[in-house]
């Protein structure tokens, strides 16, 4: 009865393909998150969704694209991966926007080789 | 400027020590802050939300907020090594709705 998961927990591929990892929470939040935790392990927001509409998209290059099917889902794609996108990428969910705890996921270890 | 700020340390106390944790922000439309843990290879988890000034206990955690100096801090009392891990200071800002900062978080190393 994990609350929030993600999978895979591992992912190692070659520079220039494209790849998804995906999220899933039964906390029934309506608000979830995707994060970057780089090699300084410097956690910084990417997205986030409130009732599957997108209400924060910061400066990430275009080829990251979230998907939200539906409130306790959200997924992450991403084209044409370079050695920088490596990093742990961490999903969250709050049961709404604004001040609320955040819960993360497990997160996923993104090698781009 | 940066946003939210930490000393990344590392900051090593011995066993029973008080450690001490500090975190400034930009913002002061900030409403809420947060201290996570996050341990070597594992997700962050929450162990103090602060909303108004003051301090704010539970168990061996204080976490002290004052608006006036943006300034947040988390205590420590009686330090375990397993207390060991990064300490991330998280404060929600203004912006589009409001948005989560996280600091860079700080070190802290128990010594048995």
């Known amino acids: 009865d994990t609350a929030v998961s993600q999978t895979p927990k591992y992912l190692v591929t070659q520079m220039g393909n494209d790849k998804s990892i995906k999220c899933e929470q039964n906390?029934?939040?309506?608000?979830m998150y995707w994060y970057k935790q780089d090699s300084k392990k410097f956690l910084k927001i990417m997205f986030s969704y409130n009732n599957k509409e997108l209400i924060i998209n910061e400066t990430v290059p275009n080829r990251f694209s979230p998907k939200s099917p539906d409130k306790a889902h959200l997924n992450l794609h991403i084209n044409s991966l370079e050695l920088g996108d490596s990093a742990v990428y961490f999903c969250a969910s709050s049961p709404s926007t604004g001040t609320d705890t955040q819960y993360f996921g497990p997160g996923t270890r993104l090698t781009v080789l | 400027q940066k946003e939210v700020e930490q000393n990344s340390g590392p900051l090593s106390v011995p066993e029973g020590a008080i450690a001490s944790l500090n975190c400034t922000y930009s913002d002061r439309g900030s409403q809420s802050f947060f201290w996570y843990r996050q341990y070597s290879g594992k997700s962050p988890e929450l162990i103090m939300s602060?909303?108004?000034?003051g301090d704010k206990e539970d168990g061996r955690f204080t976490a002290q907020l004052n608006k006036a100096s943006q300034y947040v801090s988390l205590l420590i009392r009686d330090s375990q090594p397993s207390d060991s891990a990064t300490y991330l200071c998280a404060v929600n800002m203004p912006g589009g709705g409001f948005k989560t900062i996280f600091g860079a978080g700080t070190r802290l190393f128990v010594k048995a």
């Open positions: 906390l029934g939040h309506d608000t």
């Open positions: 602060i909303y108004s000034n």
